[in-house]
């Protein structure tokens, strides 16, 4: 049962880092400079979690 939340998890995080990159081009056509590198630091960041999840949780398969 932990295997699958940990992969439900990892699949959830890393989508929503794609969606802070996605933000981060909204700010990028509003010339909000500072605004974007906020959110690429943000989505590096739970992309990163996302990630780490996902190997937790192919650990947790064997």
């Given at each position: 049962m932990r295997r699958y939340f940990f992969e439900v998890?990892?699949?959830v995080?890393?989508?929503g880092g794609l969606?802070?990159?996605i933000e981060c081009?909204?700010?990028l056509a509003r010339h909000d400079?500072?605004?974007a590198i906020l959110l690429v630091g943000v989505g590096i960041a739970v992309t990163n979690v996302g990630t780490e999840l996902a190997r937790l949780a192919l650990v947790e398969r064997d």
């Open positions: 998890l990892s699949l995080l890393i989508l969606g802070f990159f081009v909204s700010y400079y500072v605004a």
